[in-house]
């Protein structure tokens, strides 16, 4: 299972933290995506987080604004938001799939709503 938390309303140039922590087993060697939905518009990915080599991607849109990082202490994969805009409103989940980013992903969260607006 893995649970989304960290969403809220934020001031555009505001900055939000994302986890997703899982439970009944351990992140260390899964490829953790990030993906968000706006209103009307299809979901897009947002960032993943390689398991096997720990190799990071980002979408164009948020690179050099958003970070993914993993503690596998807390089994928690975080994504760091700053420099937000009206744009990055959105509901954002988190999935778990195998170990490389490309490989497509089974288990998802419910998601976390972020609002940006002032």
């Known amino acids: 299972q893995l649970v989304e938390s960290g969403g809220g309303l934020v001031q555009p140039g505001g900055s939000l933290r994302l986890s997703c922590a899982a439970s009944g087993f351990t992140l260390d060697y899964y490829a953790i995506g990030w993906f968000r939905q706006a209103p009307g518009k299809e979901r897009e990915g947002v960032s993943c987080?390689?398991?096997?080599?720990?190799?990071?991607l980002y979408a164009e849109s948020v690179k050099g604004r958003f970070t993914i990082s993993r503690d596998n202490a807390a089994n928690t994969v975080y994504l760091e938001m700053n420099s937000l805009n009206p744009e990055d409103t959105a509901v954002y989940f988190c999935?778990?799939?195998?170990?490389?980013?490309?490989?497509?992903?089974?288990?998802w969260g419910q998601g976390t709503q972020v609002t940006v607006s002032s």
């Open positions: 987080l390689s398991g096997s080599d720990g190799r990071t």
């Open positions: 999935a778990a799939g195998a170990s490389d980013c490309a490989a497509g992903f089974g288990s």
